[in-house]
Structures are given as structure tokens and as C-alpha cells.
């Protein structure tokens, strides 16, 4: 028996805990990690207020990533004390996740820790940090340089627009921050952003087309925010698209495509396949200062986590929350 988060749902509602749970023998192909450390993410906050039906199966263990120690092994990749991190995979979902002292996967999912990133650093960067590097990536292999203009990042105050915005500055792009919160400038400008940009200035009615400002942008709004910013991306510019936050419609039209041969480069972090999740954190371990990932993380207690996950919601959280499930491992 270990602890975890369970998240439970009878005919009466759902009722989320800190319970004992135990796992059935590990499967032919299935890895089982002490984890040491979690993360809290817009998604695990979904499901653990059950504002939004993202877990699939109950009980649940949420948790989309996960960093610890192989402790049992039926997967031949991986033996005990290996260390290993783990994104998505609908982890938390529809697999039990990392919010817990124990997880058992398929091994299929896990890579391993990257030289270089400690477990805590690797779950500071976590799924949304990977994203970030992902997005960074699309736009790079699309033609996007630091000489051809400003690069706009919307969602600037969560854990991916922080990372997007470390990433791209330390790679001398001229980054554009978009946030709601004025008071996050100063937060904004230390990891690297050259200007800040109002939200409202994105968030009216879409016109087709609007003046050319950026040069490439990275999204995770989606909805109106998305529709302003491709309107306004310069000729021949690429927008990196990753979340939903605003909204899940684009309420736009064909010009900015076929008038200036915009590109709209959806990114998925769930489902990547595992070559391409090496090449982003092969990148992560190079790219991405760590004193500026210090400055993006907030830790909250393993206990805690039930009661800061609406503050996900309520807009009250920035940056990268870490969860230190079990520490003490090496």
C-alpha cells in the first residue's frame, strides 16, 4: 500500500482524497518507478475540481508527469535504479498518474532522465516545459530566426508561455509577452522578455486580416487570442499552437493563409512519439538557463495539492508547480 491522490465518482459526485492504494503485479512490458518527484498542471487541476471531464476512468490517480527511480522492471528497456521521467500519455487520464509514491506504466512511456537535469529540475520543466520545446522546435524548423522580427507568446505567466519565453530569449529572439497581469512585468522581463503586451489588445473581435506586427508567435489560448494573433503574424510567419485556455473555436478565415502564407503549426505533447520527446529534452538540457528555471518554480506539498489546484483556475498561479513526493530520492 503507498499514498496518493485518488479521485473517486459515485452516482452522488466526485470526492477527491489522500488515500492508500496498491497496484496488481507488474504486466509483461510494464514498469513500476518510485516517484520522487510530481507536478501540478492546468490539466491535473481539471480533473482533480472536476471542472472539466479530462480523467476517463475512476479511480484515478492524476498527475501528468512524473520523475523517480525503477524500482521493478518487466520492460527491457529499463532495470531498477534507473532514473526516468515521464509526459502525458494520458497519464492522469486514463492511466494513473504521478500524484502518488508509486507508478506503474508501460515502459513505452517512460524516457530517461536526461544528463545534465535533476529529478526536480526535470518535473520544473515537466509536461508544459517540453511543450514549450516543442513549440520552439516547430517554429525553428519552419524558418524562424532571431533576425526576422519579434516572436509573441501568449499565456506568458504559465508554465509553458515562462518556458517559451526563457527559451526563446536565451536564444536571442526578441520575445513579446502576453499577459493579463500587468503586476508579472517585472516577473515577465527576468526571464527574458524584450516588451509586454496587454491580453486585451487580442481578445476583441477578429478581424481577417490586421496590420503584420510578429513575425512568429507561440499560443496556448486558442479561441479569439488565437484568431487576433494570426491576423497580425507577418508574411510568410509561423504561429506554433499548443493549448485551449480561451477557448477551443478559432473564429478566423483563410486569408491569413492564403494571403500571407501563414502557418499554423498545431503542436501535441500527449501522443509525441518517443524520438521526438528525446530531441526536445536532449534541447531542454542545453537551451534552457537554470537560474531562470528557478525563478518559474513554485513547490507546493504533496499534502497541499488538492486544495491549490483550483487556483489553476482562478488564475492565481504562475510559472511551474513542483510536487516533492518523495525527495529523499537520488
Not at 15 to 34: I, M, N, R, W, Y
Not at 73 to 82: A, E, I, V
Request: net charge negative.
Amino acid at each position: 500500500m503507498f499514498d496518493a491522490i485518488l479521485i473517486e465518482k459515485d452516482d452522488s459526485g466526485q470526492t477527491v482524497s489522500k488515500s492508500q492504494v496498491t497496484f496488481e503485479p507488474l504486466a509483461e512490458g510494464e514498469v513500476a518507478v518510485d516517484v520522487a518527484w510530481s507536478t501540478l498542471n492546468y490539466k491535473d487541476a481539471l480533473a482533480i475540481t472536476g471542472s472539466s471531464p479530462v480523467v476517463r476512468s475512476f479511480p484515478m490517480v492524476p498527475g501528468i508527469d512524473f520523475s523517480g527511480i525503477v524500482s521493478e522492471s518487466r520492460h527491457p528497456d529499463y532495470k531498477p535504479g534507473d532514473k526516468v521521467i515521464l509526459n502525458g500519455w494520458s497519464v492522469g487520464e486514463k492511466y494513473w498518474g504521478g500524484l502518488a509514491k508509486r507508478a506503474q506504466v508501460n515502459g513505452d512511456f517512460l524516457i530517461p532522465l536526461p544528463a545534465g537535469i535533476s529529478m526536480r529540475q526535470a518535473m520544473a520543466i515537466g509536461t508544459a516545459g517540453y511543450t514549450a520545446m516543442l513549440c520552439v522546435l516547430a517554429l525553428e524548423t519552419n524558418g524562424v530566426t532571431p533576425d526576422v522580427g519579434e516572436v509573441l507568446v501568449t499565456g506568458a505567466t504559465g508554465g509553458v508561455g515562462s518556458v517559451a519565453v526563457a527559451l526563446l530569449a536565451a536564444k536571442g529572439y526578441n520575445v513579446v509577452a502576453v499577459t493579463g497581469r500587468a503586476s508579472e512585468s517585472d516577473y515577465l522581463k527576468g526571464l527574458g522578455a524584450s516588451s509586454i503586451l496587454d491580453r486585451e489588445e487580442l481578445s476583441g473581435k477578429p478581424r481577417p486580416l490586421n496590420k503584420e506586427r510578429w513575425a512568429a508567435a507561440i499560443d496556448v489560448a486558442g479561441g479569439q487570442v488565437l484568431a487576433n494573433l494570426l491576423s497580425m503574424i507577418k508574411y510568410g510567419g509561423t504561429v506554433a499552437a499548443c493549448g485551449l485556455a480561451n477557448s477551443m473555436d478559432l473564429p478566423t478565415t483563410v486569408a491569413p493563409f492564403i494571403l500571407r502564407g501563414v502557418t499554423l503549426k498545431g503542436v501535441d505533447s500527449v501522443m509525441a512519439p518517443k524520438a521526438a520527446r528525446q530531441a526536445a529534452w536532449a534541447q531542454l538540457a542545453t537551451d534552457l538557463d537554470k537560474e531562470k528555471l528557478e525563478a518559474i518554480i513554485k513547490t507546493v506539498e504533496f499534502e497541499d495539492v488538492i486544495d491549490v489546484a483550483p487556483q489553476f483556475l482562478e488564475g492565481k498561479i504562475r510559472g511551474r508547480v513542483v510536487v516533492p513526493v518523495s525527495p529523499e530520492l537520488v
